[in-house]
């Protein structure tokens, strides 16, 4: 059984950035692919990027050249940069892991707002 737990939010004004962790129990180097999502109030959850054991990685369409997701498999830690956030941003953000089986931490807030 792994736990992910992640951390890294906040309130940040528009425009600004904040980076988001999340830390497995055990190694992260079997999972299949790491993958943030997000679930806005009254939304459903979505997709935000993912990034496979090759490293390659998939982004949404909104967050596109302002999000960067990486992985530090020494560390058993993926990592979602968020770069010219904006209100709409704000959701709790998810991390999940693939494998065999899917996992998922309990999730961080992300309000963006003056």
């Known amino acids: 059984q792994v736990q992910l737990v992640e951390s890294g939010g906040g309130l940040v004004q528009p425009g600004g950035s904040l980076r988001l962790s999340c830390a497995a129990s055990?190694?992260?180097?079997?999972?299949?692919?790491m993958a943030w999502y997000r679930e806005a109030p009254g939304l459903q959850r979505e997709l935000v990027a993912t990034?496979?054991?090759?490293?390659?990685?998939y982004y949404a369409d909104s967050v596109k050249g302002r999000f960067t997701i990486s992985r530090d498999n020494a560390k058993n830690t993926v990592y979602l940069q968020m770069n010219s956030l904006k209100p709409e941003d704000t959701a709790v953000y998810y991390c999940?892991?693939?494998?065999?089986?899917?996992?998922w931490g309990q999730g961080t807030q992300v309000t963006v707002s003056s």
């Open positions: 999940q892991a693939m494998s065999v089986r899917v996992y």
């Open positions: 055990g190694s992260i180097v079997g999972f299949n692919a």
């Open positions: 990034i496979s054991r090759g490293m390659s990685t």
